[in-house]
């Protein structure tokens, strides 16, 4: 008797850890589903230069009791495609874990023939949508800033040229960027997706010949084994930031790649970037 009862013991013990676990997995999922999803571009606008596909995600609380910085995260993918997912979602979840709000923006991108300036387009209409609905989900305007990862980290940098003051970012995160569009450092296809075959273009879209004194505030990273983007535009990058006073935090590495999003190569000394930046965030550029 006592071993059928040992026996159902363990039987029910299984099932309702099996039943915890269901539910755990599940509400997980939910919670990475809590984010609200806009269209950047409607009714006539969309039909053209395949606006129908920009769009953003939207994380926030859904009755904020305060309001709270922003990011605007720009996954990378070469201008090309968009590692959403690791570079964006992931990363949003990130942001909004810390008590800040994040917006992962899906820019038009060249598999689609998108070429510059239809990413900073987009961008505008995402600034626009998220100032003009900053009440609703909790945003201190005056700290909206953008966070880019590879390409999305050149469209960062980009941003941070905009002559219009409402869209010109709080801060800038540029997380193992491209940073040039010049011989002999250029990742090739970034720009050729980008410039679409327009070389007048090479000069104004490269970003260490563009710093000066009204940039806003960087955090740059970057890894010196990085197989895909080379690392020299961010050292030129960096020198200029410090050449022109700008407050920023440059971060080079010897060991992590590329396209590692919030999780680097164990033993990397990029580990940890994304605290790094918050508190700096909190201690430099918001005091």
Not at 121 to 145: C, H, L, M, P, Q
Request: some cysteine.
């Amino acid at each position: 008797m006592t071993g059928i009862y040992i026996d159902l013991k363990v039987k029910w013990f299984k099932s309702a850890l099996l039943c915890l676990l269901l539910l755990f997995v599940s509400g997980g999922a939910i919670a990475q589903q809590k984010y609200l999803t806009h269209k950047l571009w409607k009714g006539g606008e969309a039909r053209f230069e395949g606006r129908y596909r920009s769009k953003v995600f939207v994380y926030a609380p859904s009755k904020p009791s305060e309001k709270a910085p922003a990011v605007i995260v720009l996954p990378g993918g070469s201008y090309t495609y968009l590692a959403i997912n690791s570079e964006g979602h992931d990363v949003a979840r990130y942001f909004i874990s810390k008590g800040f709000r994040a917006v992962v923006l899906r820019y038009r991108m060249g598999f689609y023939g998108a070429r510059y300036p239809q990413q900073l387009e987009d961008y505008r209409k995402a600034v626009d949508y998220i100032k003009d609905n900053s009440e609703r989900f909790g945003i201190d305007t005056t700290k909206i800033g953008v966070a880019g990862f590879s390409a999305g980290g050149h469209l960062a940098g980009c941003t941070a040229l905009e002559e219009n003051p409402r869209y010109r970012p709080a801060f800038v995160a540029m997380i193992y960027p491209v940073v040039t569009m010049k011989e002999p450092y250029v990742h090739k296809p970034s720009r050729d997706h980008l410039l679409r075959g327009n070389i007048s273009l090479v000069g104004k879209l490269s970003l260490e010949d563009r710093v000066d004194e009204t940039f806003p505030p960087v955090f740059l990273l970057h890894c010196e084994d990085d197989p895909v983007v080379r690392i020299e535009g961010s050292r030129a990058f960096a020198s200029e930031l410090k050449k022109n006073g700008v407050n920023c935090v440059v971060e080079i590495h010897p060991t992590g790649k590329h396209g590692f999003g919030l999780k680097p190569a164990a033993g990397s000394g990029a580990a940890g970037w994304a605290d790094r930046f918050t508190e700096w965030l909190q201690n430099s550029v918001f005091d």
